[in-house]
């Protein structure tokens, strides 16, 4: 186990466009967890998913913004109609219920022009 | 709604000083606190774990200490280097993980 992967990297987009993130977890954790991150700031949290079921979402997390774990294992992150503020570092986390931490991914940043 | 402070902000060292960086926190009904490093355009690397029954953990050149009682936590880095340079995270867990903005570490040669 490699542990937390993210996929793209890197994601450069113009305005009105449409992304998608992938995270791909650690797979013995059943917990797996979205967070934003702007320049000088920590993560803010978007979103998680407990298995399959989406349990909390974030007052920050507009409706153009989707996230899905279909059969517990990977999930992805879309927002519609990109703005450029949410140009920011996209963090995907997971853990073993809570109590044992959070093990993140390396991220992907995306930037809006 | 838990609130988390780092202080300081930033910090810039010579190469071999200890130092000590510095994490409150306002509702302490926490489960666990976690230390994370961050590199410039990089994700989080876990550094050290705290359990809510446990008083501090330690790590090679680092201990990180924990006062639920006071709201406080304190991440001691013993002889500095230069490849200790990054942000350092502070973050606790109640249902949710929520962190500080942050100590930007400068080791300078």
Same mark, same amino acid.
């Given at each position: ?23 791909? #977890? ?5 917990? &797996?967890?979205?967070? %934003?991150?702007?320049? *000088?700031?920590?993560?803010?949290? =978007? ?22 774990? #279909? ?5 992805? &992150?879309?927002?519609? %109609?990109?703005?450029? *503020?949410?140009?920011?570092?996209? =963090? ?22 | ?109």
């Amino acid at each position: 186990d490699t542990g937390v992967s993210q996929d793209p990297r890197h994601k450069i987009t113009k305005r009105g466009q449409n992304v998608t993130f992938r995270c791909d #977890p650690i797979s013995e954790h059943n917990r &797996l967890y979205w967070y %934003r991150q702007t320049l *000088g700031q920590g993560p803010e949290f =978007l979103t998680y998913f407990q298995n399959e079921a989406q349990l909390e979402k974030s007052r920050l997390l507009s409706d153009r913004f989707s996230a899905e774990r #279909p059969k517990g294992s990977f999930s992805t &992150l879309e927002i519609q %109609r990109t703005e450029q *503020g949410d140009s920011a570092m996209y =963090l995907c986390a997971s853990s073993y219920e809570g109590h044992y931490g959070y093990t993140f991914g390396s991220g992907t940043r995306l930037t809006v022009v | 709604k838990q609130e988390v402070t780092q202080i300081p902000a930033a910090l810039s060292v010579p190469e071999g000083e200890n130092l000590v960086l510095n994490c409150s926190f306002t509702d302490s009904a926490i489960y666990n606190l976690q230390w994370f490093r961050q590199d410039p355009g990089k994700g989080l690397t876990s550094l050290l774990l705290i359990q809510s029954s446990q008083r501090e953990q330690t790590s090679g050149r680092l201990n990180a200490s924990l006062d639920k009682s006071s709201g406080r936590s304190t991440l001691y880095i013993a002889a500095s280097q230069p490849g200790d340079s990054a942000t350092y995270l502070c973050a606790v867990w109640n249902n949710d993980m929520r962190f500080g903005a942050g100590t930007r570490l400068t080791v300078k040669p």
